[in-house]
């Protein structure tokens, strides 16, 4: 297995082109299923988890070209062949289950693995499938899969979700847009992924209203044709390289990026003393002078500070000046970085959905991994700042998530490289 090497001192200087947005992404390649014309995506990222994406769908009998190295992701979901997402693919990535919706809306039917449990959380699918439900289908679960089906095709209905869950919201809308009639979800997540996916049913003849707030409204029409999307930028690949030069000290221009799509997260960061200013190009990210501030998080739905910068964040935190609390409230165990920065001399306390956080100088470098993707980059962001050498394995966690993150670091001036592994 690969590791990844960072030394730390180094100032940043420069600018981090941002790709497209790996969680749009997911969600917008699912949508293939609901036409038989091609959907061709642009801006997408090359990661592990599309790769994953790519294997499920042909797994449906779609066909994904992958073009310019992977950039354009060219799909056609003419025949479907098959309507089992498999335990195996769908255990690797949770995301597999937004095949769900869109399989039932076209085909009527669907089986689906239940994903499990998975390292941040339970992630149950209750909210997914009551909202399916509410349109028509019927879902039992049998053998570890939801086997879905809507003998008499789906119903608009009026929902209202228990929780703004961003994969359900998907899920639902995906499916309403092949419905019978109206839907309107109520408490509907409001996340920029959300916003992305609903352009793109849009481009395919779908009808929707009201992306970006609390309410969906989605009138049924009877098929969907083919379009060319281009994936929006990713805000969380965005607000990590915002945190390395905050870190690192420096000045970084995040190119594509824009202070919009984390409205609550930038606010925070300029609470700790960073300044972030709007350019032509994107945004720009410089400390200045001296340690950042302590400053207290709370992780919240969109427009809240999103669960997938608390890691990050926390790795800032533990060289800021003062104590910090953190409260994850999205996901019940998402603080397995904190034992890890703790090993490179953070202090940390960390207390149910709380965490504690006490600045200390300057971290130091050590061995230490992770058990997920957010918390693995955090600890790769620590070893910026941090005295000597830092080492993190299991980086196939990262690979899931972020397109090359040694080169974007180096070509700003990090001294930081991959260890090849057997
Ligand atoms: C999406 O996951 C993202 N993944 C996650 O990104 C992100 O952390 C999360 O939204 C929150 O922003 C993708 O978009 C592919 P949820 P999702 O359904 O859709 C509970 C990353 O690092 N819940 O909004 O699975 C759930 O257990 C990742 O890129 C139910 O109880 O998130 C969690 O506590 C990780 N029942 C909360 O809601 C349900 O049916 C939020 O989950 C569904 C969710």
């Known amino acids: 297995m690969d590791s990844i090497i960072v030394t730390g001192g180094a100032e940043l200087k420069g600018q981090i082109p941002i790709a497209g947005a790996k969680n749009a992404c997911l969600a917008l390649m699912p949508a293939t299923l609901l036409s038989d014309e091609p959907l061709t995506l642009t801006n997408a990222p090359r990661l592990s988890d599309i790769k994953t994406m790519t294997v499920l769908l042909e797994s449906l009998g779609a066909e994904v070209r992958s073009m310019q190295e992977g950039r354009v992701l060219a799909m056609s979901s003419h025949d479907l062949t098959n309507l089992t997402a498999d335990y195996d693919i769908v255990r690797k990535m949770r995301a597999s289950n937004l095949v769900l919706g869109p ?36 879902i039992e679960l049998k053998d570890g899969y939801l086997h879905a089906e809507a003998r008499k095709g789906l119903k608009g209905a009026v ?123 994107g945004l720009k990210v410089a400390r200045s002078n001296g340690r950042a501030r302590a400053i207290d998080v709370r992780t919240e739905i969109f427009p809240g500070f999103p669960t997938d910068l608390q890691a990050q964040m926390m790795a800032l935190l533990c060289t800021a000046n003062g104590t910090s609390v953190l409260e994850e409230t999205i996901f019940e165990n998402r603080f397995m970085h904190a034992p890890e920065l703790v090993r490179m001399g953070a202090e940390i306390d960390v207390h149910g959905g709380h965490a504690t956080v006490t600045g200390v100088e300057r971290l130091r470098g050590a061995r230490v991994m992770a058990t997920d993707l957010r918390a693995s980059v955090s600890l790769i962001l620590a070893g910026l700042g941090a005295e000597g050498e830092t080492v993190v394995s299991r980086v196939y966690h990262l690979d899931r998530g972020y397109e090359r993150v040694e080169e974007k670091l180096s070509a700003v001036g990090a001294r930081i490289e991959r260890v090849r592994g057997e």
Do not use: W
């Not at 689906?112 to 209750?126: F, H």
């Not at 509907?188 to 969906?216: F, H, K, N, Y």
């Open 103 to 138: 399989l039932l809306a076209r085909a009527g039917r669907a089986v689906v693995s239940l994903p499990g449990g998975c390292a941040i959380g339970a992630r149950p699918m209750d909210i997914h499938v009551s909202g399916l439900e509410a349109l028509g289908a019927e």
């Open 159 to 281: 929902i209202e979700q228990r929780f703004a869950s961003v994969g359900a919201t998907e899920n639902i809308v995906m499916a309403a847009t092949l419905a019978r009639g109206t839907t309107v979800l109520k408490n509907a997540a409001r996340e920029p992924e959300i916003v992305d996916l609903v352009r793109c049913l849009r481009a395919m003849g779908a009808q929707i209203e009201g992306e970006g707030t609390s309410t969906i409204e989605v009138q049924g029409v009877d098929r969907l044709h083919g379009a060319t999307h281009a994936v929006v930028a990713d805000r969380i690949e965005m607000g990590t390289y915002m945190i390395a030069p905050a870190i690192a000290g420096g000045e970084i221009e995040l190119v594509g990026g824009s202070m919009d799509l984390l409205p609550a997260f930038c606010e925070k960061l300029e609470g700790t003393g960073i300044s972030v200013t709007p350019t032509a190009n």
